[in-house]
């Protein structure tokens, strides 16, 4: 029996997203036994087998699928395959299989543990997101609260993306370290990166000279489109805990409802223009 149990920690540990499937059922004649497992990557790529052939190709494509469609960090699902001209076989069995998905919850990268991203942490317990604090200054990484799904980064920025799994579904970013120069190093080298999300803490003025600095730089207008500065939905307020609850609710609102999350993010600042001036460090 192969050893699906290191396999599956080691992508996990990876970070990526992947599936378990195992049959858990067969009737009549079926290419595998209960038990029968294989691991399926968000591409496609398999690690074991449940028998080969097309139950094989139906379970990938439902695995891929299913992970596609996770928010939460694990889940689970019951397919059954008829194994007769419907899957191009002619056992004329039926397989059950369990499929699981594994790491398929949003991670926030979150640079910078200061005022607002220590109080933004305390509102983004309990929620969809595993976030990861990424900060040098390990005294304030210190301050954070000790919580399952909230990870403390003690390294450098560009160390950290380098290393980090990146995902254009799963991957938030807001970047809110305590230097100007850092925050547009930061966004550069994230607009490289596969994100769902990316939010900039600021007012629209230093948005307005990091944009000129960027394009002067080489990045395109196109990739500065993706970054949302000030970040943040317009609910008013100027506390690191107010600040930090429009934040958590664009990233919510973007994760379950993107376009409406976008709408209502124009409507809001258009109504609310000097919004993005209230302090926030």
């Not at 990557?41 to 379970?59: D, H, K, P, V």
């Amino acid at each position: 029996m192969w050893d699906w149990v290191r396999k599956a920690d080691e992508l996990s540990n990876g970070g990526s997203p992947f599936a378990i499937v195992t049959v858990i059922a067969t009737q009549g004649s079926a290419p595998r036994e209960v038990g029968a497992k294989m691991i399926v990557n968000a591409r496609g790529a398999i690690f074991g087998t449940i028998g080969g052939g097309q139950l094989e190709q139906l379970a990938i494509g439902d695995a891929t699928s299913f992970i596609r469609g996770r928010v939460a960090s694990a889940d689970a699902k019951v397919f059954r395959y008829p194994l007769g001209a419907s899957a191009a076989q002619c056992c004329g069995g039926v397989v059950e299989v369990l499929i699981e998905s594994i790491n398929c919850q949003p991670r926030l990268y979150l640079f910078g543990a200061g005022h607002v991203a220590q109080a933004l942490c305390r509102v983004m317990i309990g929620g969809a997101f595993h976030v990861d604090v990424v900060d040098e200054r390990s005294e304030w990484l210190e301050q954070l609260p000790n919580a399952t799904h909230l990870f403390p980064h003690a390294v450098s920025w560009d160390q950290f993306i380098d290393e980090a799994a990146w995902d254009s579904e799963r991957t938030f970013v807001v970047v809110m370290t305590h230097a100007h120069d850092v925050d547009q190093a930061i966004i550069e080298a994230v607009l490289k990166r596969d994100t769902r999300y990316i939010g900039l803490i600021g007012s629209r003025t230093k948005w307005a000279k990091f944009r000129a600095r960027l394009e002067a730089r080489g990045v395109s207008r196109e990739a500065l489109a993706r970054v949302r500065c000030p970040v943040g939905i317009a609910i008013g307020g100027k506390s690191p805990h107010e600040v930090a609850i429009s934040v958590a609710a664009e990233l919510v609102a973007t994760l379950h409802h993107p376009a409406e999350a976008s709408k209502e993010r124009e409507v809001l600042h258009r109504e609310h223009p000097h919004e993005d001036e209230r302090v926030r460090c």
